[in-house]
């Protein structure tokens, strides 16, 4: 990957977000590393590893990406802000260069569900949907990621640009994400978001991606959980998220550039 390369990577203070800036950076890539502290409450089915990893900054990330001679800064930003996109691009040039590599990685993470259990299979707390939680899931999952492309997009047809990369990621299924349903259906408007870009960009240089990762340890990952994993007929793999970043990392790179408009499933 070319040294004149910058990327924007949301999510990016811990989990697969950290690793993908890592990656990024490790092949040539300045990145803005974008993050929100969030405290989550107590929940006896999530692991304290999982809540702690939440509530840390990127400066850990940057510093591990200048330690190996790379370019990174940190900046915090809340997503369901509709001016975040803006002034993360704006803070990507000015301190690092136009952007060409978008990654959405951030998620509004909710688990809300229309049936009656208070908790999920893995022991861990579920609400009912409420327009709290819609808002909370769609406002960074689907709206945010919206006008994150929208701002990629104008900004590089400005210039006259003819190399970009979107990669986002989702998850859930055919049958929606039972126990997680408002997560599930904004990944589904963010595919939907993305393979439209990748049809409307693909004059422009522009690749459009998501990524549907495996069960991924990003500290959340219990026994029960890895328990699931392998009695599952469907999900063959709890990866690590430097696992799932390498992925990322090629979709990103100029080796890539006749995959656009895919959902890659990762197991």
């Not at 990369?165 to 859930?172: A, F, H, Q, V």
């Not at 349903?181 to 998501?210: D, H, I, P, R, W």
Request: with cysteine.
């Amino acid at each position: 990957m070319s040294a004149s390369h910058t990327a924007i990577v949301t999510g990016a203070n811990h989990g697969i977000g950290a690793a993908t800036a890592v990656a990024l950076a490790a092949a040539g890539c300045a990145v803005l590393c974008s993050y929100l502290r969030l405290h989550d409450p107590q929940d006896p089915g999530v692991p304290q590893a999982y809540r702690d990893n939440r509530v840390a900054d990127a400066s850990g990330v940057v510093a591990r990406i200048v330690a190996g001679g790379g370019r990174a800064v940190a900046v915090e930003a809340d997503l369901t802000d509709p001016a975040a996109a803006g002034l993360l691009f704006d803070a990507a040039e000015r301190d690092l260069g136009p952007v060409d590599i978008l990654v959405n990685n951030a998620t509004g993470w909710v688990q809300d569900t229309f049936g009656p259990a208070s908790t999920d299979q893995a022991g861990r707390s579920m609400q009912p949907v409420t327009p709290a939680t819609w808002r909370q899931q769609f406002g960074v999952d689907a709206l945010a990621a919206a006008l994150l492309i929208g701002e990629f997009a104008r900004r590089h047809v400005a210039r006259g640009a003819t190399w970009g990369r979107i990669i986002g990621l989702t998850s859930g299924g055919d049958l929606g994400f039972p126990s997680e349903v408002s997560y599930g259906a904004a990944k589904a408007a963010q595919v939907s978001y993305t393979m439209s870009a990748a049809v409307e960009l693909a004059e422009f240089g522009v690749t459009a991606n998501m990524v549907h990762p495996p069960v991924t340890d990003t500290g959340w990952v219990t026994d029960p959980v890895r328990a699931f994993v392998a009695g599952s007929g469907s999900h063959f793999h709890v990866a690590t998220p430097a696992e799932v970043a390498e992925v990322i990392g090629y979709l990103a790179s100029e080796a890539s550039g006749l995959i656009t408009g895919n959902v890659i499933t990762l197991r």
